[in-house]
T-cell receptor
Framework: NAGVTQTPKFRVLKTGQSMTLLCAQD?????MYWYRQDPGMGLRLIHY???????AKGEVPDGYNVSRLKKQNFLLGLESAAPSQTSVYFC????????????FGPGTRLTVT | GENVEQHPSTLSVQEGDSAVIKCTYS??????FPWYKQELGKRPQLIID???NVGEKKDQRIAVTLNKTAKHFSLHITETQPEDSAVYFC???????????WGAGTKLIIKP
């Protein structure tokens, strides 16, 4: 099993450009999350999904949109990139049941100039 | 909403000594408290977690303690080794949607 994968690994955008980050998991997990990680600030939840076709806002949703059309994929979109969105983006997934462990992807380093 | 504070931001200990990292949370309804380890350039990985119906949990050299009255929980690492060098994050959550609120992280440095 590949676990949680993210594409791309790195990306440089100019202010105002748009892009989509793809997260895929092969563990049949119901829950999926998008975080951003900035130095000294830990992980902050952008959006999350509790199942196929559902999404919800997290702590810092402004400037981002998400879609979960298939259970295994969770897409994060930036409609008009801003320098403040320079960050490392992590996707995570979690199954139902007794374990609350979140499994993370390898991350995407995004720079907006 | 929930707020999680983590201290210290950097901790340097001699190899073989113990390390303790502390977190406090604000929402008394929080009931799940995991600790994640993130090595440089890698993804966070769960190392231990505790739920509010338990006061302490151990797994070999690591342990977590929870004080619900004071609303704080701590990570204890004994007999530290070079491979323990990493950033450690605490988090807290409540309810059925498993949203985690994260601390800012502690950089643990193990001195040889």
């Amino acid at each position: 099993n590949a676990g949680v994968t993210q594409t791309p690994k790195f990306r440089v955008l100019k202010t105002g450009q748009s892009m989509t980050l793809l997260c895929a998991q092969d563990m049949n997990h119901e829950y999926m999350y998008w975080y951003r990680q900035d130095p000294g600030m830990g992980l902050r939840l952008i959006h999350y999904s509790v199942g196929e076709g559902t999404t919800a806002k997290g702590e810092v949703p402004d400037g981002y949109n998400v879609s979960r059309l298939k259970k295994q994929n969770f897409l994060l979109g930036l409609e008009s990139a801003a320098p403040s969105q320079t960050s490392v983006y992590f996707c995570a997934s979690q199954g139902q049941g007794n374990s609350y462990e979140q499994y993370f992807g390898p991350g995407t380093r995004l720079t907006v100039t | 909403g929930e707020n999680v504070e983590q201290h210290p931001s950097t901790l340097s200990v001699q190899e073989g000594d113990s390390a303790v990292i502390k977190c406090t949370y604000s929402d008394s309804a929080s009931n799940y408290f995991p600790w994640y380890k993130q090595e440089l350039g890698k993804r966070p990985q769960l190392i231990i977690d505790i739920r509010s119906n338990v006061g302490e949990k151990k797994d070999q050299r690591i342990a977590v303690t929870l004080n619900k009255t004071a609303k704080h929980f701590s990570l204890h690492i004994t007999e530290t080794q070079p491979e323990d060098s990493a950033v450690y994050f605490c988090a807290a959550s409540k309810g059925s949607n498993y949203q985690l609120i994260w601390g800012a992280g502690t950089k643990l440095i193990i001195k040889p």
